[in-house]
């Protein structure tokens, strides 16, 4: 996926990444590291593993599947899928797509992480009551003619 030593070891981290390897979490992140997602935005290494520890808290079995790595100097861009089980879907599993931005320290570590992905069309419209707003919403904002 990627040669970067620095960007194969991040990659790991997530997708191997338990409530156990939080502990971990300061040999990927710099103590004073910035995360922002499309729900927060914090700040320090303490703050960012709250965030993780909240997801495995409120999410059933979840787990990054990276699709693509990319890095160039200081900078990394991952795609991932954040899969986790609900019986609300179909199959049983709900995907959410996204992708980060990574600004890698010069020791390796993330230094900034900015996340990527869409709550409206991963989470809101799959939604029973909220989902038939938001598909409502989106219908009336399309540019007509361009479906498909």
């Known amino acids: ?34 995360f922002k997602d499309p729900f927060q935005c914090v700040e320090g290494s303490t703050r960012i593993r709250r965030v993780y520890a909240h997801m495995f808290e409120t999410l059933s079995a979840p787990r990054f599947i990276v699709h693509r790595a990319l890095c160039e100097g200081p900078d990394a861009f991952l ?23 990574l600004r890698l320290a010069a020791d390796g570590r993330i230094a900034e992480h900015r996340d990527y992905w869409d709550p409206a069309e991963e989470l809101y419209e799959k939604t029973p009551l909220l989902g038939a707003l938001m598909r409502l919403i989106k219908r009336r904002l399309r540019t007509p003619g361009l479906q498909g």
């Open 1 to 34: 996926m990627t040669t970067d030593p620095r960007l194969a070891r991040i990659v790991h981290f997530f997708e191997t990444l338990t409530p156990a390897t939080l502990a971990g979490m300061d040999e990927v992140y710099t103590p004073q590291a910035r």
């Open 79 to 101: 795609s991932w899928d954040l899969v986790f089980d609900s019986p609300r879907m179909p199959d049983g599993r709900w995907t959410v797509h996204g992708a980060s931005h």
